[in-house]
């Protein structure tokens, strides 16, 4: 984040192309699409760009007087999920003479286009718009040299005929991008894909994360990319299934096998009133495997494992925590190794809000009488114990 005195020569400045300037205290709308335009840095200057909240257009301060509330609003600009890839973004508020001045630095994505509510924006000259399909392209091109994420990468030797396109284009597409976008009908279907990071146009190839979640057989080229289900009853394995195929077709069967084996049951409280309760919460189990799904690493063989015992829940992903999450600051901070993926479930409604999957399991767990949820992780894999209600 800038210092005081760099803030004061920004606010010297305000013709430069990174800069935006604003008086509003609060204005969603505004702020992400200046959040995006700057993430997406078409020029490829590799500036971060400021919004200044305070500064009025000629330079002078507004008079602001920062509250808690609106420091709390813009931490949830990245949380929310409306821009798309999750924004590189900091903020801090400074106190001048004149009034407060909230500074919303954004740095540059690797992981090109950005979208606010499936539009993406770019910067031109000191103004934003949105962008055109030429523009998108070259995005998507800046991106295939500096994607760092597996899922990012193209999935070598895939084509496009390896992907079931009507998953795409009938279920996915209308979640993710603007109905007006859609309506250009120049778009090809690969500039489509590459839109949103599921094809590399300059390979030719599917992203791995295009294979996981509209590959008609995403094991053959990602051959862990499945979870192993086991219900074991004492020594015995009585119930066993291997929940294969596309991304979401994998969920919805988790969803299945979640249904089939939580059964929970009204209780009274009070003689008047009642709470709906059983050996686990259905939230939490379900938060806590779609978690192993989205943050696992899809670069190793070994499956996703989701063990039910009679006292027990065991759900074992490979890959441990990654990023932010692996320095001691895990459930507190997310970090994520797949955030193409991570995306996509939170466009068709498998993530509500980002970080805050495990901290729904622990409320969950703890208002149905459960001890919290248990975990184990090291470099290699992840794993999280849930136990019976006694």
């Known amino acids: 984040m800038i210092s005081r005195d760099e803030l004061v020569a920004l606010i010297s400045d305000l013709e430069s192309n990174h800069i935006e300037s604003t008086r509003s205290t609060w204005d969603a709308d505004k702020f992400s699409q200046g959040v995006a335009a700057f993430s997406n840095d078409l020029g490829h200057t590799n500036k971060n760009g400021y919004t200044l909240i305070g500064v009025e257009d000629d ?27 999750q924004p590189l973004i900091e903020f801090e508020c400074f106190h001048l003479d004149g009034g407060d001045v909230i500074v919303l630095e954004t740095k540059p994505h690797p992981l090109p286009p950005v979208a606010y509510r499936g539009r993406v924006y770019i ?64 778009r090809s279907i690969e500039h489509q894909l590459a839109s949103r990071r599921f094809f590399d146009l300059c390979r030719g190839e599917p992203t791995n ?35 294969s195929g596309d991304l979401l077709g994998v969920l919805r069967a988790i969803d299945t096998v979640i249904d089939s084996h939580v059964h929970e049951r009204p209780e009274f409280v009070t003689t008047l009133r009642e709470k709906t ?45 990654y990023g932010q999450a692996a320095q001691g600051q895990f459930p507190e901070r997310t970090d994520y190794r797949n955030p193409t993926v991570a995306e996509a479930l939170k466009n068709l409604g498998y993530v509500n809000r980002f970080g805050r999957g495990v901290i729904r399991a622990q409320e969950a767990l703890a208002a149905n009488g459960n001890p919290p949820a248990e975990f184990d992780t090291d470099h290699a894999h992840f794993k999280v114990t849930l136990r019976a209600r006694q």
Not at 59 to 85: C, F, M, V, W, Y
Not at 283 to 304: D, F, G, K, S
């Open 277 to 321: 309760a059983g050996d686990y919460p259905r939230l939490a189990v379900r938060e806590l495997a779609i978690n192993a799904v989205l943050h696992r690493n899809y670069e190793t063989n070994a499956p996703v494992r989701l063990y039910w015992y009679d006292d027990r829940i065991e759900i074992d992903n490979p890959g441990g925590l």
């Open 123 to 186: 910067r031109l000259g000191p103004r934003k718009a949105v962008a055109s399909r030429e523009e998108e392209a070259i995005l998507s091109e800046k991106r295939v040299s500096s994607a760092r994420s597996f899922d990012a990468l193209p999935c070598i030797g895939s084509v496009l005929n390896d992907l079931a396109l009507d998953l795409f284009t009938l279920n996915y597409r209308h979640r993710a991008i603007a109905a007006e976008v859609i309506a250009e009908n120049e």
């Open 59 to 85: 330079g002078k301060l507004s008079g602001l007087s920062a509250t808690d509330e609106q420091l709390k609003q813009l931490g949830e600009l990245r949380a929310h999920g409306n821009i798309l890839p």
């Open 209 to 243: 994360a295009a294979i996981l979640l509209f590959g008609k057989n995403p094991t053959y080229f990602l051959p862990g990319a499945y979870v192993q289900f086991l219900r074991i009853r004492g020594n015995d394995v009585v119930e066993e299934r291997s929940l």
